[in-house]
Structures are given as C-alpha cells and as structure tokens.
C-alpha cells in the first residue's frame, strides 16, 4: 500500500514539473478569431456609411487578405485610410516620418497620422460617418499604436463619430509589470498612467481610456469593441505579419518590453540586424548578447519584465558618462528609474518600488477585461 501511494506521489509530481515546464502556452494568432473576422458583428454598422480606417500591414483577415480588401468586397464605402507610425505598408522605420498618399492599390487617399500631425484634424475627418480602427498591439506602453488610437478616438469624440475598434491578441498580454507612468513624463510613447506593460488587448485598452475619461477635457469617444473569439490571455501569439520592421518574429515581440529601454541608452538592440529585438550589445561588453535561447526558457518561467540586462550593461559601463540620454525617461515613464540604476539598487529593490502603482493600476484594469 506504500509503495501504491508514494507511486501515486511520485506521477503526481512528475505530471506538475511537465505542466510547469511547459510553461506559456505559443499559439498562432489564428488559433484567435480576431475581431475582424466577425464582420456579422459590426457590417451592419457601416452600410450606408462613409467610413475612414485606421489601419496598416497588421489589418489582414485569418487568410492573409487586408481588411481594406475584404471590406471593398463587401461594398463598403471607404473614403480615406489613416495609418500610424512606420506607415501603411509598414516599411517605415521607427520614428521616421511618414507622408499622406494614395493606396497604389484602391485608390483611396491615406492620410498620415506620424506626419506632420499624430491626431486627426477636423479637415481630415470631415465626410466621415463612422471609423474602424484595427491595429496589431504588442502589450507595451511605449509601442505607439494605442497613442495613435487614444488620438483617433479624441478627435472622433469631438467631431461626433463613432469608433469600432476591432479587437486582436495581445502578445504579451499575459503579465503586468513596470513602473506607472508619472503624468509629468506624459509622451506620444507614454500617454496613460499604466505601466510599460499593462496585460490588455487593444480593445480592453480603448474601452478603459474612454471609460477613465482619459480623452482630453474627459470627453468620452462613441465606441464598439468587436471581441475576440477563443482568446487566450496566458498564451504567447505568434503574429502572422511583423507589427513593425524590427519585431519580426515572437521572440523579439516578447523580449521588446524588456530590450525597449535600452533605447534610451547608447545600447545597440540589433536594428539593422537580421536580429533585432534579440541580440543588445555595448562597446564595454565582450560580445554581443545574444538572447534567442533566453527567450524560449525565459517564457516557461517567468512573466515579468527583465531589469538584469540593462543594470548588468550599466555596471559594466561605469565610466560611460553618457549611457542613458534624455529618451530613457520619456520610455521608463518615471525619472527615478535611471537614478534607481545609477545608485545600484537590485533588481528585486527596484521592482518592489513598483508594487503599489501596479496595485492601483490592477484595480482599474479589472473593469475593463473582455477574457
């Protein structure tokens, strides 16, 4: 009878170490049904409508057809297309500034909105009944799109529009973690009081800015989320295009959160590699990190931001008196940070400091999960 029981302990344990060792369930976003692809639920808002979209290379259907496309075929009046950063086609790199066009493709004009104005004018805005927003989110405060769907969304209020937004997994959405963004570093890379990552899909995202009044003068924007169906919140997605150049592939998707910072250092992060997002090196470093393996052990045992690169990095650059620079701050969110670094605090002191934004921050975000 002993030995029945401690052979009965003994699958037990060994079926828990599989289940923790597999850790992070990797699905192809397809395995979602994106709020796109439930067009019953949101055609009939648009028939007899003139209607502007907010879109780029990420809006395509489970078959690989751009939304754009798909709409087109279902007699939709499209009237102008407005796209964000790194443009329509997604080929512009991170900061550059992308031009108002044509669709080569329809004819349709494109109206940028990471030109010469990242909110939409009345100008732009006028004939539109109604938009439809679809972009690929990545989980991370500093990741401009939903700074372009937070403007989307004003300048839609003020004009009386209404906004669908159509709902697409969250990469990253299975954690919380970072500091909360003083209001005082407020950016188009840091707009909300969240931390750097805030573990919602965009949808949850746009309905919690509305329902905070975080829209300027606490306007409050006519919105429609389209759900997504079989989502899963603790799964890592592998997107079926890039969101932008330099994510091509989950694992720089996951590891950017972490990586990120370092743009505000003069840390290189592998942009105009074949590894962006993966690899960081420094002059005072050996060799360049390479972090593709760290990547897959990385997701079976942890969900948290990873502070140790750039601590690590900056210690070993001791006497580089210009390794973080004035963007460090806009992207941390909070001025502490790099001080907090500098005075050599670990990174479980660090994290501890954080605790109680993300508390408050928890508090909120629970009244907006769809999952």
């Known amino acids: 009878m002993t030995k029945k029981i401690l052979a009965l302990f003994a699958i037990i344990i060994s079926i828990t170490l599989i289940i923790k060792a597999q850790g992070l369930k990797l699905l192809d976003a397809r395995d979602a049904e994106v709020g796109a692809m439930r067009t019953e639920k949101y055609l009939p808002?648009?028939?007899?409508?003139?209607?502007?979209?907010?879109?780029?290379?990420?809006?395509?259907?489970?078959?690989?057809?751009?939304?754009?496309?798909?709409?087109?075929?279902?007699?939709?009046?499209?009237?102008?297309?407005?796209?964000?950063?790194?443009?329509?086609?997604?080929?512009?790199?991170?900061?550059?500034?992308?031009?108002?066009?044509?669709?080569?493709?329809?004819?349709?004009?494109?109206?940028?909105?990471?030109?010469?104005?990242?909110?939409?004018?009345?100008?732009?805005?006028?004939?539109?009944?109604?938009?439809?927003?679809?972009?690929?989110?990545?989980?991370?405060?500093?990741?401009?799109?939903?700074?372009?769907?937070?403007?989307?969304?004003?300048?839609?209020?003020?004009?009386?529009?209404?906004?669908?937004?159509?709902?697409?997994?969250?990469?990253?959405?299975?954690?919380?973690?970072?500091?909360?963004?003083?209001?005082?570093?407020?950016?188009?890379?840091?707009?909300?009081?969240?931390?750097?990552?805030?573990?919602?899909?965009?949808?949850?995202?746009?309905?919690?800015?509305?329902?905070?009044?975080?829209?300027?003068?606490?306007?409050?924007?006519?919105?429609?989320?389209?759900?997504?169906?079989?989502?899963?919140?603790?799964?890592?997605?592998?997107?079926?295009?890039?969101?932008?150049?330099?994510?091509?592939?989950?694992?720089?998707?996951?590891?950017?959160?972490?990586?990120?910072?370092?743009e505000g250092t003069d840390v290189s992060v592998g942009r105009g590699t074949k590894y962006p997002f993966q690899i960081y090196s420094h002059p005072q470093l050996n060799d360049t990190v390479n972090l593709l393996d760290y990547a897959h052990r990385y997701r079976k045992n942890e969900k948290k931001l990873n502070l140790s690169w750039i601590i690590d990095t900056r210690n070993k650059a001791r006497n580089d008196e210009k390794f973080f620079n004035n963007y460090f701050i806009k992207l941390a969110g909070v001025s502490d940070l790099q001080q907090k670094i500098d005075s050599g605090m670990s990174e479980d002191e660090i994290r501890s400091s954080w605790q109680t934004g993300i508390d408050n921050y928890l508090k909120i975000r629970e009244k907006y999960l769809i999952y």
């Open 45 to 262: 808002m648009l028939e007899n409508k003139a209607v502007g979209v907010v879109a780029n290379q990420s809006s395509i259907m489970d078959n690989g057809t751009h939304l754009i496309d798909t709409l087109l075929s279902y007699n939709v009046n499209i009237v102008k297309i407005f796209t964000p950063e790194h443009g329509f086609r997604g080929t512009a790199e991170a900061g550059a500034l992308v031009a108002s066009g044509i669709d080569e493709k329809t004819g349709i004009p494109i109206v940028s909105l990471y030109g010469k104005n990242k909110k939409p004018t009345a100008e732009q805005l006028q004939g539109i009944d109604i938009i439809v927003f679809d972009l690929q989110d990545v989980g991370c405060r500093f990741y401009t799109y939903i700074s372009t769907m937070t403007y989307v969304m004003e300048a839609a209020a003020e004009n009386n529009i209404p906004v669908i937004v159509l709902d697409r997994p969250n990469p990253n959405g299975f954690y919380v973690d970072g500091p909360v963004l003083d209001p005082k570093n407020k950016s188009f890379v840091g707009m909300h009081c969240v931390p750097i990552v805030y573990g919602l899909t965009i949808g949850e995202y746009a309905l919690m800015v509305n329902g905070e009044k975080w829209l300027n003068d606490s306007i409050q924007c006519d919105l429609t989320v389209i759900p997504l169906g079989k989502y899963n919140r603790n799964a890592i997605y592998k997107l079926p295009v890039k969101p932008s150049p330099n994510l091509p592939n989950w694992e720089a998707v996951y590891l950017y959160p972490s990586l990120c910072l370092f």
